[in-house]
């Protein structure tokens, strides 16, 4: 088997670096890809790139990177978010909108390609891994106060419902990883980066398809779709 290599798109200083942490801890390889790097500890991470995730044609030199350094990721973990927090709809300028939705959706797209590309190199006894963060939002939209977030979301949910349908049988891998407090109700501003990393470790370490639209209580999947 390949050695395991784990990618983490978006590394801030909750669900990223722990996600490093915890990954480091059970035998993989941490390539973290961030907008900063100051804060992450040597002891969690092989390789730091800074990278900007508003600008999608950047991703590939990212995955090259990482493949000339310490190898071809088998699991790849897209944490980067955008947001622009304001009630009214069309407070954002037209460039804002589109930078944002870049960093939700388009370079997700981006590094969803350069994944499936290293995927198809890997031997077949490799587990192979694309995990997105995403929310409540494609779901239970909010659309008076987090419209722009909620757009990339559900677009990007989109696309990770067709990927893991599409490659299933290849045994590529993809979730959309949503973290709800026990009623169903979202995690909101109580988000764990140690529930992420735990749940984050068990997809993973799966071989087979599980349900793309990973929502979790604590590090546990629960289906709260028929809820």
Same mark, same amino acid.
């Given at each position: 088997?390949?050695?395991?290599?784990?990618?983490?798109?978006?590394?801030?200083?909750?669900?990223?670096?722990?996600? *490093?942490?915890?990954?480091?801890?059970?035998?993989?390889?941490?390539?973290?890809?961030?907008?900063?790097?100051?804060?992450?500890?040597?002891?969690?991470?092989?390789?730091?790139?800074?990278?900007?995730f508003?600008?999608?044609?950047?991703?590939?030199?990212?995955?090259?990177?990482?493949?000339?350094?310490?190898?071809?990721?088998?699991?790849?973990?897209y944490?980067?978010?955008?947001?622009?927090f304001n009630?009214?709809?069309?407070?954002?300028?037209?460039?804002?909108?589109?930078?944002?939705? *870049?960093?939700?959706?388009?370079?997700?797209?981006? *590094?969803?390609?350069?994944?499936?590309?290293?995927f198809?190199?890997? =031997?077949?006894?490799?587990?192979?891994?694309?995990?997105?963060?995403?929310?409540?939002?494609? #779901?239970?939209?909010?659309?008076?106060?987090?419209?722009?977030?909620?757009?990339?979301?559900s677009?990007?949910?989109?696309? +990770?419902?067709?990927?893991?349908?599409?490659?299933?049988?290849?045994?590529?891998?993809?979730?959309?990883?949503?973290e709800?407090?026990?009623?169903?109700? =979202?995690?909101?501003?109580? +988000?764990?980066?140690?529930?992420?990393?735990? #749940?984050?470790?068990?997809?993973?370490?799966?071989?087979?398809?599980? =349900?793309?639209? *990973?929502?979790?209580?604590?590090?546990?999947?629960?289906?709260?779709?028929?809820?």
């Open positions: 088997m390949a050695a395991q290599v784990v990618l983490i798109l978006g590394a801030g200083a909750n669900v990223g670096a722990k996600t *490093a942490e915890v990954f480091a801890k059970n035998g993989y390889k941490v390539a973290l890809a961030t907008r900063t790097i100051t804060h992450h500890k040597n002891n969690t991470r092989d390789l730091v790139i800074q990278a900007d508003a600008e999608p044609l950047s991703i590939k030199s990212v995955f090259d990177e990482v493949k000339a350094k310490i190898g071809t990721p088998n699991v790849i973990v944490n980067a978010a955008a947001a622009n009630p009214d709809p069309f407070a954002h300028t037209v460039s804002s909108f589109a930078a944002n939705l *870049a960093v939700n959706t388009t370079s997700v797209y981006a *590094a969803a390609k350069e994944a499936v590309a290293g198809e190199t890997l =031997p077949s006894d490799t587990n192979k891994t694309f995990i997105f963060t995403g929310n409540f939002l494609p #779901f239970m939209p909010m659309p008076s106060l987090l419209l722009d977030l909620g757009v990339g979301k677009a990007t949910a989109h696309l +990770i419902q067709g990927l893991a349908t599409v490659y299933a049988e290849k045994g590529f891998n993809f979730y959309f990883g949503d709800r407090k026990a009623d169903g109700t =979202p995690a909101n501003y109580e +988000i764990s980066g140690e529930n992420h990393a735990n #749940f984050y470790l068990e997809l993973a370490s799966k071989k087979e398809q599980g =349900p793309w639209n *990973a929502s979790f209580v604590g590090s546990k999947y629960i289906d709260f779709s028929k809820k």
